[in-house]
């Protein structure tokens, strides 16, 4: 099959409760062991650093026991789970059975259960879905080997040669890994499993959608037929893709319904550590990339980081006031913000494996600057619809600074950011008739005089929220 769009339909926005949500992305081995705690060899002292062997026993309990956490003291209201289903490695994305939970996790019933206490609370969960590729302990991946081109599964897989040789492998992969062969996506009975397994987690489990691992490997006309299948088990069901860079061949409303913006992290980074944009120039590429997002800018999925990444902690050099600058944007915008585990509490970390240490549950470990920021800024976005609705609106640009106004109905805000040196006495127009404004953070006056707000020195590094006086 080609990848065109001709033959397919545009379909429905987005669900309604994506602009809302704010995601949770938990690494299940890393996040929380729950009682009874699992019986793995090897296991390591929760407090070790990881390898990419190692495994440390978070499971499905361990979330159900975090939950209120989640809910009460981040504030976050929608839950990522990286790979869940039966698997060999400590990151699951090798799936040897795709209908089961790994026993290292837990079992299906207990993930019922946390899905169920999930919805009880007025959250959602979506799960990840790695249907590019399989383990090698895969079952009819494990008969192409026994039985070579005789192997009833021969067409499941692309093989160059047989026998099926592993070092290096003759077969298709992701990425070269040759525990990970490539499934055969023009083969139906493979596309038949996928969307069997799609279906099969929505209307038995009830999960809300999925994320799609590496989609950019398979047939976007298969991407049509899935959202299609998915959407027609659970119309409230989120799509979201694992795309890198250009985000709108996923997006056009016949695909995905968002996917990880990691295009917004790079302009993030690139304005508040590389410096390779000034904030002109980070307006100006905002402002395009919420245009070429158009509608689907409020379910795309806004993140910092992920287990793929560098922690941002790591990255900004342990530097808060720059981490102040970039959540303080990532909250503000629209598309739901995404907070990797940890990262709340000021967990660090360098790239895979690095990045995936466990979360740390004596709190004696975490930095509470960084704890208050999170907490900060998520009351906010829950406070104002114009960060979850709304349209934003550039003011000013100079050298570091940037300011916008976010607005929708009468709700309205202004964050201004600087990542540069200081400006000793800052002052723009503001447009609208309102003059009383207020810092989120200390409650601290500014009034718009002929249409005009100075704000006296703006320190550099910093980001400042002013709430909108009535």
């Given amino acids: 099959m080609g990848d065109t769009d001709s033959a397919f339909q545009r379909e429905s926005s987005p669900p309604d409760w994506v602009a809302e949500a704010i995601f949770y992305q938990i690494f299940p081995d890393r996040f929380c062991r729950g009682k ?15 390898t990419r062997e190692n495994f440390f026993g978070g499971n499905l309990q361990g979330i159900l ?47 019922r259960k946390l899905v169920d206490e999930v919805h009880r609370r ?37 093989a160059q040669s047989y026998p099926i040789k592993t070092d290096p492998p003759n077969y298709l992969t992701c990425g070269g890994a040759a525990y990970l062969p490539k499934l055969n996506h023009a083969y139906r009975p493979v596309q038949e499993l996928i969307l069997k397994v799609a279906t099969y987690w929505i209307k038995e489990f009830d999960i809300d959608g999925w994320r799609l691992d590496v989609p950019f490997k398979i047939s976007r006309d298969f991407w049509h037929e899935f959202r299609q299948v998915v959407r027609n088990a659970n119309p409230q069901a989120y799509l979201v893709g694992e795309i890198w860079r250009e985000a709108v061949p996923w997006i056009k409303g016949n695909i995905f319904d968002g996917v990880t913006n990691y295009r917004l992290r790079e302009l993030l980074l690139d304005y508040c550590l590389t410096h390779v944009l000034d904030a002109e120039d980070f307006a100006f590429e905002t402002d395009m990339l919420l245009q070429a997002h158009g509608d689907a800018s409020h379910a795309m999925l806004n993140l910092l980081g992920s287990h793929d990444t560098s922690r941002i902690l790591t990255l900004l050099r342990g530097d808060i006031n720059r981490l102040k600058v970039v959540l303080t944007y990532l909250m503000t915008v629209l598309g739901a913000p ?22 740390p549950w004596d ?8 704890v208050g920021l999170y907490r900060r800024l998520i009351a906010l976005r829950k406070e104002h619809p114009c960060l979850r609705q709304g349209k934003r609106e550039t003011l000013f640009f100079f050298n ?33 008739q309102s003059s009383g404004w207020k810092d989120y953070e200390t409650g601290g006056p500014y009034t718009a005089r002929e249409g005009k707000i100075n704000l006296g020195r703006m320190p550099s590094c910093s980001a400042l929220v002013l709430e909108k006086q009535y």
């Fill in 338 to 359: 995404l907070i990797y585990y940890g990262d709340e509490v000021g967990l660090l970390g360098e790239t895979d494996p690095d990045c995936r240490r466990t979360m």
């Fill in 363 to 370: 709190r004696n470990q975490w930095n509470l600057e960084v």
């Fill in 400 to 432: 570091g600074v940037f300011a916008y106004r976010m607005s929708h109905e009468r709700d309205e805000i202004i964050v201004v950011l600087n990542s540069r040196e200081s400006v000793p006495d800052l002052t723009f127009l503001v447009p609208g």
């Fill in 65 to 111: 026991d975090q939950l209120d956490y989640l809910e009460n003291e981040v504030g976050v209201n929608a839950i990522y789970l990286n790979p869940i289903f039966k698997a060999e490695t400590n990151h699951k994305y090798d799936t040897t059975d795709y209908f089961q939970v790994d026993p290292a996790f837990g079992t299906n019933d207990l993930f």
């Fill in 36 to 50: 009874p705690y699992p019986d793995l060899p090897n296991l390591a002292s929760w407090n070790d650093l990881p």
């Fill in 122 to 158: 007025g959250m959602h969960i979506i799960l990840d879905g790695v249907f590019n590729h399989c383990g090698m302990q895969f079952p009819p991946f494990q008969d192409l080997i026994r039985n070579g081109e005789k192997s009833e599964y021969k067409d499941w897989f692309l």
